[in-house]
């Protein structure tokens, strides 16, 4: 009872302090009401509108999806960069992709085309679902393994919802998922924007993806920089290291202004590089405007 309470007070703070629910916060908080009063009476999944053209299915287990249904963009600036950065004729990866959001946002709502990457398989066929309900088959390939430095198998675990990850040697409750390498399955295709979020195991999936992240056409990269990959024995300063030798600068993303803020250090959290600032500038100052159903950003 006692956690149960922690979450509730914690989901709240999160939803009250959210910058897309600054103008509205008795309404945001109804929402979430509104949620768990529905998600008692109607165990089934609900369909919402994530944006004017696009949707999402959630249900009570998919914390971090449901932030979207409180918050309207769960991760505000990342996702906001998504929509007004990506235009129709772009290629964009999801690495991480759990159930879709950044896929949805990316293919249902601007129409580019997009590759997908979910290695557990449950949740891999909530992805699935929530391409579906939005008819972007023909927009999305949809990707049900890991990815990594080189091919073979490796453990990952299977019930902590968004937090799945790459196994340690300490705990059993796994699957076995098969490994890829980025730079395989692009097969010389090159994407404009990576979202990497693969919980610890993003210095792996860099050294599988070398021609691709020296490939000058990749102009961004949102990636988790949480210090997870200490789980592995890997030092997150040398993936920010890296990206800075090749070009990347790490910069924060202010929606309302279609503005990018140079960081002068490294900090937690998730974090956009960005290759070309003057290119990308000038795509998100023109970028359409948004419309989700609790803002227009």
Not at 78 to 101: C, K, P, Q, T, W
């Amino acid at each position: 009872m006692k956690r149960k309470i922690i979450y509730i007070l914690s989901t709240l703070r999160l939803i009250v302090n959210h910058p897309l629910s600054k103008k509205q916060k008795t309404k945001a908080i109804l929402r979430y009401f509104k949620w768990v009063i529905n998600s008692i009476l109607n165990p089934f999944p609900i369909i919402y509108s994530f944006t004017e053209k696009s949707r999402l299915i959630v249900q009570k287990s998919m914390y971090a999806a449901l932030g979207n249904l409180y918050c309207g963009l769960l991760e505000y600036q990342e996702m906001s960069f998504v929509l007004h950065f990506l235009r129709e004729d772009d290629l964009f990866v999801d690495i991480g992709a759990n159930i879709g959001s950044y896929t949805i946002l990316a293919a249902a709502h601007v129409g580019c085309e997009t590759v997908s990457i979910e290695p557990v398989p449950s949740t891999f066929s909530h992805l699935i679902d929530n391409i579906n309900i939005n008819r972007i088959q023909e927009k999305v390939t949809a990707l049900n393994f890991a990815l990594g430095y080189e091919e073979g198998t490796t453990y990952f675990t299977k019930n902590l919802c968004a937090m799945n990850h790459v196994a340690t040697d300490s705990e059993t409750d796994t699957i076995t998922v098969p490994v890829f390498t980025l730079d395989k399955i692009l097969a010389g295709k090159c994407p404009i924007l990576l979202k990497i979020d693969v919980e610890g195991f993003e210095t792996e999936v860099l050294k599988g993806a070398s021609q691709t992240m020296n490939n000058v056409n990749l102009k961004a990269i949102i990636i988790e920089m949480n210090d997870l990959g200490k789980r592995y024995g890997y030092d997150q300063l040398l993936i920010h290291q890296n990206f800075i030798a090749l070009g990347f600068v790490p910069y924060q993303y202010n929606p309302v202004k279609r503005q990018l803020v140079k960081l002068d250090c490294l900090g937690s959290g998730n974090a956009i590089y960005i290759r070309d600032i003057e290119f990308v500038n000038t795509r998100v100052q023109n970028a359409n405007k948004v419309k989700l159903p609790n803002n227009i950003i």
